[in-house]
C-alpha cells in the first residue's frame, strides 16, 4: 500500500530498508498505546557500517549522511511496528542523536540535522520534534551516529 509518506520517500529517491534486527538483548521498539519507543538505530546502510569520528577522521556531511541513514532505519521499524502501513504514523514526537566524536567537537546538532531534516522533508509540519543532540567518546561497532525515536501513532 502505497501512502503520503512513501510517495514523498520516492519523490525524494530514498528507499526504506529492512527494519534491522536488534543486536542484543532488546526489543526494536515498544508500543504503548499510541506512542511507540524505537531503539536506538545505528548508521549501517545496505549493511555496510559508517564508522568515524567526528573531529577525527569524519566530517560533517558525513555525520549528516550518517544521520539521515539512521533516520531511514528508524522509519523501516515505525513501518513494521505498523503492520506494513506507514499512514498509522501520525507525527515524529522526539529524535535522541549521539554522535560518535572528540571531545572537542561541537556540532552534535548540525550532524543530527541530517535525520531530523529528512523527517521535515518527508513529512512537513508532522516531522518536526523535540531532540537531543549530544557526543560521545563512542558508539556500538564504531558507528558516527546513532539515534533513537518516539512516535504518535493514529
Known sequence: MTNAIETRLAELGHTLPDAPAPAANYVPYVRVGNILYVSGQIAKDRGRLITGRLGQDAGIG?????????????????????????????????????????????????????????????????????????????????????IDGIFELR
Open 62 to 146: 558525513e555525520g549528516q549522511k550518517a544521520a539521515l541513514v539512521c533516520a531511514l532505519n528508524l522509519l523501516a521499524q515505525v513501518k513494521v511496528a505498523c503492520g506494513g502501513d506507514l499512514s498509522k504514523l501520525k507525527r515524529v514526537v522526539r529524535l535522541g542523536g549521539f554522535v560518535n566524536c572528540t571531545p572537542d567537537f561541537t556540532d552534535h546538532p548540525t550532524v543530527i540535522n541530517g535525520a531530523s531534516d529528512f523527517f521535515g522533508d518527508v513529512m512537513g509540519e508532522a516531522g518536526h520534534h523535540a531532540r537531543a543532540a549530544v557526543g560521545s567518546t563512542s558508539l556500538p561497532l564504531g558507528v558516527a551516529v546513532e
